[in-house]
């Protein structure tokens, strides 16, 4: 079965940090290029970070830049997001996305993406 799967949500505290895994299975990571995407409560779901399946670019909305890390570890089929510095605002679940497109191919958008993950909730509270 070819999916995509996040992991490592959960109930934070502000400042706090945790760090989410986009794995595939059924399929190779490696020529894809991978998005995380961020739905809050009651608003549309919007691209916070992307690196493409070089890994040579990578890129942040500015809401995040400077806290989120977005890194690929292509030997364990897995993207994953390091986030610093929890804000409620952060709070979502979060989605990962791969796009089948040149090896710069950043999808911070989140148009024609070929697999989306079911997400993972993120609470950031005290």
């Known amino acids: 079965q070819l999916q995509l799967v996040e992991s490592g949500g959960g109930l934070v505290q502000p400042g706090g940090s945790l760090r989410l895994s986009c794995a595939a299975s059924?399929?190779?990571?490696?020529?894809?290029?991978v998005g995380w995407f961020r739905q809050a409560p009651g608003k549309e779901r919007l691209g916070v970070s992307c690196i493409s399946s070089s890994g040579g670019s990578t890129n942040y909305a500015a809401s995040v830049k400077g806290r989120f890390t977005i890194s690929r570890d292509n030997a364990k089929n897995t993207v994953y997001l390091q986030i610093n510095s929890l804000k409620p605002e952060d709070t979502g679940v979060y989605y990962c996305a791969a796009v089948r497109r040149h090896s710069y191919y950043c999808p911070l958008l989140g148009y024609g993406m070929d697999y989306w993950g079911k997400g993972t909730l993120v609470t950031v509270s005290s």
């Open positions: 059924g399929f190779t990571l490696d020529y894809y290029g």
